[in-house]
């Protein structure tokens, strides 16, 4: 039987058992070793407060029209931060697949079952660690975020928020020929960015980012601001902080109204171009060259060259049965988190 994190109601965690499909002639079964927590997307679903739970969304024409819901508890493998081990293959599959290290997105479940031809690119590359593998979808976000900033050699870049993608775009920023000014409530987070690369680490609490950004840049202000943290006061600072005609990348996944941006300042008067960044879609430029899985790749690379740090940024890991208590941990925030894994306790 195959084990599952399901969320039954807001803030309401069960691990379930399900059948385990069979392995059909071209599919392989892969067994988790790891799954990541996503401290955002994740606990919108996990509170409640996703707008899928209360709105559709038309797909044919993006839009969130009033209906039924798109979703509704129980949600069963919200998440999408997995790595496993193929452990049996089909009959017209290359046994040869049986052992290989595999990353991809199938939800917090102990097993799963996928055609060979999926798996085949996200194979972990030989000699990487297998906990790497759960960075391969967040790590995809922050690169997109990145190629979306589009960033030049010698130009200051302020990250706003510095949890699990905010760490990375801040690394990546900075392989871009980027200074990086990070900033971030939590200390220990400031730190981490400052020991990963990062110029300045700055607390939104008690330093003006804006002001400390134009002392910095000779009045000029961020040539990129890039927001991750998904909080509205954030985002307002960073149209503060961005020089004139530049611009925001917006990453971070805002819940409820907009109240702490004031569009009639900064953002009017210095003609800000605020730029939503999502994996669903590449900046138009780059899609005849960039995809998802190519971002994926790439970021899994810059980890295994040792470019770019991933797995210092797990600072928690529950066995897959306590998930309901790492759930609990990341929303009442009992004590500072970045990445929160789930150990399923398989052997490599």
């Known amino acids: 039987m195959a084990r599952v994190v399901r969320f039954t109601s ?6 379930v058992e399900l059948e385990d499909p069979p392995v059909g002639a071209h599919e392989v079964r892969v067994d988790t070793l790891y799954s990541g927590i996503s401290a955002g997307t994740e606990l919108t679903a996990y509170r409640g407060s996703n707008p899928y739970l209360s709105n559709e969304w038309d797909a044919e024409r993006r839009l969130f029209v009033p209906g039924e819901s798109t979703h509704a508890y129980p949600l069963d493998g919200w998440g999408y931060e997995e790595v496993g081990i193929v452990r049996s293959a089909g009959s017209d599959v290359d046994q040869a697949l049986v052992g290989a290290l595999v990353w991809g997105t199938w939800g917090h479940r102990s097993s799963v079952v996928r055609p060979a031809d999926w798996v085949r ?3 972990l590359a030989e000699g990487s660690r297998p906990l790497a593998g759960v960075f391969a979808k967040i790590g995809a976000i922050a ?3 990145i190629l979306d900033a589009d960033i030049h050699v010698g130009e200051t870049v302020v990250v706003f928020g510095a949890g699990v ?3 990375i775009v801040a690394q990546l920023a900075r392989l871009n020929g980027a200074r990086v000014i990070v900033a971030d409530l939590e200390p220990r987070r400031r730190a981490l960015a400052l020991e990963l690369g990062a110029t300045l680490a700055l607390d939104p609490a008690g ?9 910095v840049t000779e009045n000029r202000g961020a040539d990129v601001v890039i927001e991750m943290s998904g909080s509205y006061q954030a985002l307002h600072e960073a149209v503060r902080a961005a020089a004139y005609s530049s611009r925001v990348v917006v990453s971070g996944f805002f819940q409820g109204p907009a109240t702490p941006v004031r569009l009639g300042e900064e953002f009017h008067h210095n003609r800000i171009s605020v730029i939503g960044s999502q994996i669903s879609g590449v900046a138009p430029a780059l899609q005849h060259r960039w995809d ?3 971002m994926s790749r790439t970021v899994l690379d810059l980890e295994l060259d040792g470019r770019l740090r991933l797995t210092d940024l797990v600072t928690h890991t529950f066995p897959a049965e306590d998930a309901a208590a790492a759930f609990e941990m990341l929303d009442v925030v009992t ?3 970045l990445q929160v894994v789930l150990d399923y306790g398989a052997q490599t």
């Open 292 to 294: 998802e899985l190519r």
């Open 165 to 167: 993608p905010g760490q």
């Open 143 to 145: 690169l997109n975020a």
């Open 10 to 15: 807001p803030r309401h965690v069960e691990v």
């Open 207 to 215: 330093d003006d980012i804006a002001e400390t950004v134009r002392a």
């Open 121 to 123: 690119p996200r194979i």
């Open 335 to 337: 004590e500072p988190a």
